[in-house]
């Protein structure tokens, strides 16, 4: 019996360490948590990744919702990361004292936690109709990761409606023109004293339907 072909040989090794794999073993491994309210009950200790999900009634993210109904939490609203404390940005360590920071200090908590607050404040957005997941990382190139996720998952927050991560720029710095996201939705204090973003409200929901119906 003559023995089946197996599949062409692949001179190329596996380097688990290669940023590719290790941004897959993140993406992967924080898409297998499970989801919790937004801010998550119980305060916990690190840094790390997380995703945040819509499934509430709001007509302009009405696709989006019905697909994490339909498909539970399959598509992100937002993802992102919170840094270990004294990293540089990218997620370098500064040198060996550095590399166990991840768990640290209270990072990835308190990065959900302002991110309930902004929610809150929207005028037509309700917090109970968010939820996330979240994942505590030691590997200091997790933001790798988070980039991942962003490309495969395309988040609204994070492509189109951007601006949501942004934060109080301080007094006497207003000059700035305010983020798409609190043109839709209004809310959060701070933003109301931006300067108006170049984008009016007609043109964002055209944007908005356009990206959900790309990704139904």
Known sequence: MKPKQGPAV?????NPLDKENLGEAVAKALLSRAVHPMPPEN????????????VGDFEPYR???????EDPFSRPIYVGKAQPVGSRKGGEPKGPADLP????GSKLYSRLKKHAASITYAENLDITDFLCRYLVVDEVRFPLGEALLIERTRPLWNLVVEGFGNHDPGK??????????????????WAKNLQAHEKELPEILRAIDEHLRGDA
Do not use: C, I, T
């Open 10 to 14: 692949n001179d190329e090794s596996f």
């Open 63 to 69: 696709r989006l919702a019905l697909r994490n109904r």
């Open 101 to 104: 920071s991840a768990r640290r």
């Open 43 to 54: 305060k916990f200790q690190g840094a790390g990744v997380y995703a945040l999900y819509y």
């Open 172 to 189: 006497g710095r207003h000059a700035g023109m305010m983020p798409v996201w609190d043109v839709l939705p209004p809310g959060r204090p």
